[in-house]
């Protein structure tokens, strides 16, 4: 720790709360810029609002949210209009204020007509959005579950989540929301800090009994039941990506003004914590994204009254320490290092093998690769052959550090082991990994996802100076003019008048004042808008996707027009 300042460069930066680039030109850093924005209540509602315009299918994940108090008369109309659809249906809805944490100021309430907008809701914006009034129970208790994802890679994505997590326990038997319980806060939000004062919290040693468990005994649990858990997973781990998904093009716009391309910079990895619902029928909705989850494995104990203890919490413990030691593991800068030197040392070994033992030798390798290959689908082993002190893996080209012995056979463990190239005898003692890649893994299923990503791609290119997130008229103006998307039934004044409508309307809504001009989500709006225009009959997101080729498209030729003019 380094409470009054830090001399000399560090490897790895652990920053407690969120991204700060002061002097940090080396290494990597522990926390995304703007990621503590991305996920406050707002900014996360709006981004997976995008992306349910474009795929309302794809993210159904997500509570039907409206954005106070701007969309208040929205929400009036809107619930308004599907009561009148159909009146059996009775909903509820909570409001939670924006950047609001641990349940802080949320409430529940049956009618529009009930929120709080007097005076403070001006100055406390907030979120509302559809309650989901049957959870799954487990004991009769409304639980939640808390999941730890690592982002460690923006730009390629990289996304891994742990295997295992927490569920937070109620401390009322639920009930459905009727107007006698709606204040009922133990029977309605599974808040940690709010439930450890419900004289029913339960403190356990076991990770599956009292009011905080692992999530693994919850599925344990539904999979005794007949639940099909692999399912379940799958469901979880496709929110997870479609979540951050809606999350990155915001990132990549803080991302390239703080740590600017070409100059030197730390690259950033974050742990988030995703909190989920499981819907009765087992349907994961996703609450909120935490960008700095607590990494506490103590609880408070009174031994007595007004006299506290820190006792270990084991629960907390089994799940917190293994994704934090993994994720050292993954960005160990030592692990770069030795890919580089075992690169090194591979191409140096199939060179002399080749050169010093002939054709013949290609041949047996050969073998020994396909009977490694198949070793390691029946008998999940490994096949290494000695090279100095360190012993090369044919089939995955990796090579690790092992006492002395020539030929041998090593156990490796699950089939996903290889990513983690560390020394053996470190790893030995520790138990199996946690962290498991979900992307680029299935970047196949999601990669089609990634409109905004490319829209969010062409506002970098015309933001023009390094270091701002806001486009100016000129820089718009540029991106009209080098895509051709101007006509003769779209002028340059046109141009001008959809900027200034859309810049102005987005400016007004508060959202951040410390630059003026165009932000991303504007940009976002004019380009659906454009695209709506140009292609009118097609589905949004076929508009988007085709408008996206039409300016990428153009965009190459006047670069590659500019590389020959710059040659000539
Ligand atoms: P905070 O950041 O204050 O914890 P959350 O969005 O996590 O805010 O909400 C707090 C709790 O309220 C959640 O843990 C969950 O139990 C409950 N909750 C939040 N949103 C919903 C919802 N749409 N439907 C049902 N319960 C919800």
Known sequence: QFPFGRRLPCDIYWHGVSFHDNDIFSGQVNKFPGMTEMVRKITLSRAVRTMQDLFPLEYNFYPRSWILPEEFPLF?????????????????????????????????????????????????????????????????????????????????????????????????????????????????????????????????????????????????????????????????????????????????????????????????????????????????MLLEVNANPSMRIEHEQELSPGVFENVPSPVDEEVKVAVIRDTLRLVDPRKKKRKDVHQQLWNKYVRQQSHEMGPACSASMKDKQHKHHSLKLSLKLKFYLKLGSCVVCYRCQTL?????????????????????????????????????????????????LRLVDRVAALFIRFLGVKGTTKLGPTGFRTFIRNCKLSNSNFSMASVDILYIDITRRWNSMGIDHRESGMCLQAFVEAFFCLAQKKYKSLPLHEQVASLIDFCEYHLAALDEKRLVCGRG
């Not at 005898?425 to 299923?445: D, H, M, N, R, T």
């Open 400 to 448: 690790e550090h092992v006492s002395e012995g020539s030929e041998q056979l090593l156990g490796a463990g699950p089939s996903d082991r290889p990513e983690y190239d560390t020394t053996r005898s470190v790893e030995a003692g520790l138990p199996s990994i946690c962290l498991k890649q979900v992307f680029p893994k299935y970047a196949k299923q999601f990669n089609y």
């Open 76 to 284: 009036v109309a809107e619930v308004r209009m599907m009561k009148d659809s159909d009146p059996s249906w009775k909903p509820t809805f909570i409001v939670k204020p924006d950047g609001g944490c641990q349940g802080d100021g949320i409430y529940l309430i049956k009618d529009p007509s009930d929120i709080r907008l007097t005076g403070s809701i001006q100055s406390r914006p907030a979120v509302v959005q559809e309650y989901i009034c049957k959870p799954l129970l487990v004991d009769k208790l409304k639980f939640d579950i808390r999941l730890y994802v690592l982002l460690k890679s923006l730009e390629p994505l990289e996304i891994y989540i742990a295997k295992d997590g927490l569920s937070r326990f109620c401390t009322e038997p639920y009930q459905e929301p009727t107007l006698k319980n709606l204040h009922q806060v133990f029977m309605h939000l599974t808040n940690y800090s709010l439930n450890i004062h419900s004289g029913n919290f339960i403190h356990s040693d076991s990770v599956n009994t009292g009011s905080k468990r692992t999530f693994s005994s919850i599925l344990c649990r539904l999979s005794s039941r007949g639940a099909d858990v692999k399912k379940l997973w799958s469901d979880i781990i496709s929110l997870v990506i479609k979540t951050i998904i809606a999350l990155t093009p915001e990132l990549k716009v803080y991302y390239q003004s703080d740590i600017p391309a070409g100059k030197p910079g730390p690259t950033c990895f974050q742990i988030l914590g995703f909190d989920i619902l499981l819907m009765k029928n087992l349907k994961p």
